[in-house]
């Protein structure tokens, strides 16, 4: 075996190892960590510097308690109906400022609990909360808590946005410590709690209790405390409004919270009642909202560009709108929509209903739908026809007729043979109003359609006379509108006055001469027929018990149903069908639409004085001429247009401008032919009728 040579001391222990040179072994290792350390700690403390000269700019520059106090974000805008009482309040709402100290105990508590329980632990950041966060980040390997105080939360919601970037919530840090070194705790929640949001548009504690429960802020129990404080965290999921089994799920953990953060005792945790909570009625998500949803956008022309919280009055009556909404939702058939425009004599939208459930549906088929009139149409038809020279006691022929391979029927395919205009239109017969849209030239039914408000697109066949061009109803009431006016203009509007909260008024509405659009000898004719086809035709389902004048429309298949009428200077258009047009059996406008109005109009012109027509026929005097032109109406008078019925000028074969261009008056039509260089219109002789008539180049 060999030997292992160990050399000894004097004292015959083993001698000690000798320690490396420098540069070597451990020796240069605890140089390199002095090293380390020495340049971690400048660097540290050059981070604290940077830190502090970050947290010092940021609180120079952060504005005063007052002025973040009357700081908003967005436009508030109220919108009030003709008696001033609020109808619905949009986009972010305050409510009022409830200083700190009457803020109730409960709801203070309730938010430190939920969002930073160590609220007064911390100078803005928690490095505890964040160290909490990671770890359960780590166990879970997603974030399931925010690191988030309440101080952050307010930088946040305040001066930034919800980016999910580190600069972001380096800046949100900083920003975090500045309002603590410039703010008291207090002082902080103050704001924090009047300003953080709770969904449906409300901002802070008084605008969220009086949204979900109906009272102030300052009146808040434990158990809405609770509900509130849970919607920090995703206030649409747990809105009451949107789901209040949610809410109250979500505020039960809240009071868990509370209890184990040391803020209520578990008695009173056991002590609510959330069965006793009453929650508000959800507001604005109603017909109303049809209303607001068509007048709201013209703010954009009325008022100039402004974020300031603002009042906007309204023409909408309540009571009305309720009526129309209620007459709408019991008259519709069962699967079927339905639609209403009310206008008063001035042009103002009493009430506007644009579906059955503005929830299920904010399409507003008042204002957006286009759809077949029907017979509805008629009214064109025969105005032009009035304007040509016909009265309600002339003599037509109820009979089979074919103009251009285009032979119409009535319905139920009968005839009545000899009766007179008034009948014809009362019983809507079919094949008159294609004679006389035929005689008087269905460009000029186009025109007459274009003068009165129709702004969709015409056509000009034959089977125009029987509504198969789309229409609005909004476009269609404004046009019987004009009748009942005596032949002016109706222009349809929903704001009166504009004004910021402050009281400084913005715009006003000022009522402007109305365009005469229609001679009011044609305008008294056309009122007797309307008037007889309530009486006795096609709409007696609309009679009310005052006078009533209106028109029944009802497309083929019973797609659609219509009833346009007005009475008391009242004028309400109504139609019914389904989104997809299919047929509804038993739909007629001379049913469920013509009761539907019967049922509103009981009620708008409840407080009304009843109105008789003015139906005599007082011609002028150029009419009583015993000559050619009473057949066509003074020559003077006349304009052409083209096929669509769209306004030539006779002098440029362009379409005219200025006032009448604004007014749409159409004359009848010569195909557009100029008039002589002089810009007379032709003498009256054979070849004016014919072209006045519409004979010329119809090979008739």
Known sequence: MARTDVRRTPSGTPPKPSRPGPGKGSGGFGRFVKRLFAWGAAAALAVVLALGVAVAVAASSLPSFSALKSQQEGQMIVVRARDGSELVSLGPSYGKWIPVGQIPREMKLAMISVEDRRYYDHFGVDPVGIARSLFVRAQSGRWRQGGSTITQQLARNVFLNNNRTFARKAREAILAIALETKFSKDEILELYLNKVYFGGGAYGIDSASRKFFGHPGTELTLPEAAIIAGLVKAPSRYSPTADAEAAVKRARVVLETMQDAGSITAGEADGVDFAKVRFAAEQGQNSVRYFTDWALPQLDLLVPENSEPIEVWTTLDPAMQHAATDAVAKNAPKGAQGALVSIDRDGAVLAMVGGTDYVTSNYNRAVNAVRQPGSAWKLFVYLAAIEAGYKPDDAVVDEPVTINGWSPHNDGRNYAGKIDVRTAFAYSKNTVAAQLGNEVGFGTVAAMARRLGIST?????????????????IDMTRSFAAVSAKGMAVEPYGITKVATTDGRVLYEHKPVPGQQVLQPFVAAAMTDLLQTAVNIGTGRAAQIGRPVAGKTGTTSSNKDGWFIGFSSGITTGVWMGRDDARPIPGLMGGTAPARAFAQYMRQATARRPAENFDTELVLPDWQLEPDDEARTGSPEDYYYVDEQGNLIDP????????????????????NGQPLPPNGAPPAANDDFLDQATGRRGRGQ
């Open 457 to 473: 697109p015409i056509n000009t066949m034959p089977s125009m006379v029987l509504g198969t061009s789309d229409v609005r109803l």
């Open 651 to 670: 002098a440029r074969n362009e379409a005219p401008k200025g006032p009448l261009a604004d007014s749409q008056r159409g004359r009848l039509e010569d």
